[in-house]
């Protein structure tokens, strides 16, 4: 028997809606942001050391989760801001590209600033706004 291909509630197969990157969930409502953008790191353990490096709270529980390309397009078209880490920003631009966002590549080769301790990540941020 075939296997079908599985399609996510948005109605994209998995060619269509790959995982860009991952997110910190400390809770339904309480993601790690860098200042009010939601962090998407491109691997779970890039992810892992952000948290241990600068959250206020390294200890605190959070959720690991996967985002995909659709939940980041359904979020930044309603105003929601991302902060992309290099590896997740370069899977995200293209499929973003083609989407009809106006994203490129970005230059993640500056120096992280002065007194910045632990792991560093350069972030990119996304973010949609309507002109009425």
Same mark, same amino acid.
């Given at each position: 028997?075939?296997?079908?291909?599985?399609?996510?509630?948005?109605?994209?197969?998995?060619?269509?809606?790959?995982?860009?990157? %991952?997110? +910190?969930?400390?809770?339904?409502?309480?993601?790690?942001?860098?200042?009010?953008?939601?962090?998407?790191?491109?691997?779970?353990?890039? *992810?892992?050391?952000?948290?241990?490096?600068? =959250?206020?709270?390294?200890? +605190?529980? %959070?959720?690991?989760?996967?985002?995909?390309?659709?939940? *980041?397009?359904?979020?930044?078209?309603?105003?929601?801001? %991302?902060?992309?880490?290099? +590896?997740?920003? /370069?899977?995200?631009?293209?499929?973003?590209?083609?989407?009809? *966002?106006?994203?490129?590549?970005?230059?993640?080769?500056?120096?992280?600033?002065?007194?910045?301790?632990?792991? +560093?990540? =350069? *972030?990119? /941020?996304?973010? =949609?706004?309507?002109?009425?």
């Amino acid at each position: 028997m075939a296997k079908r291909k599985r399609r996510s509630t948005r109605g994209y197969n998995a060619a269509d809606n790959p995982v860009i990157g %991952y997110l +910190a969930a400390f809770s339904p409502l309480e993601l790690l942001c860098d200042a009010d953008a939601c962090i998407i790191a491109g691997t779970a353990a890039r *992810l892992k050391a952000y948290v241990a490096a600068h =959250h206020p709270r390294p200890e +605190a529980r %959070y959720e690991v989760q996967p985002v995909r390309l659709a939940e *980041l397009l359904t979020g930044i078209r309603a105003g929601l801001p %991302y902060a992309f880490d290099e +590896a997740a920003y /370069r899977r995200f631009y293209p499929p973003a590209q083609r989407a009809g *966002l106006g994203v490129g590549p970005e230059d993640f080769s500056a120096p992280p600033p002065p007194g910045v301790t632990g792991p +560093a990540i =350069h *972030l990119v /941020r996304v973010q =949609h706004f309507r002109i009425r």
